[in-house]
């Protein structure tokens, strides 16, 4: 016997006939009964809080556009000013957390 695994959610949401043998008849014949499971899924508080952050980053934009054009007239106008003892002490930040 194969099955087709379907990976959508919809498909995890029909019902299922299933097909038990409930008693054997003196010719050896089985008759068969079809009884109908549902199968559920419960998720955690912290499941549904991660799908509905996805969601919300998923309509946000990429890039901010308005930071974006901010940075560039500051470089333009010559008032950016990179601070390089705040760029190492990140990136020391970052190598931590990596390292766990």
Known sequence: MSQKIDG???????????AVNTKVAPAGEAKTQAVQSVDSVRLTDEAT?????????????????ARVQAVREALE????????????????????????
């Open 49 to 65: 809080q991660l799908q509905a952050m996805q969601r919300e980053l998923s309509t946000a934009p990429a890039v901010d556009m």
């Open 77 to 100: 106008n010559g008032s950016y000013r990179i601070n390089p003892d705040a760029i190492a002490s990140r990136m020391l930040d970052l190598d931590q957390q990596l390292r766990g």
């Open 8 to 18: 959508g959610i919809a498909a995890a949401a029909q019902l299922r006939s299933v």
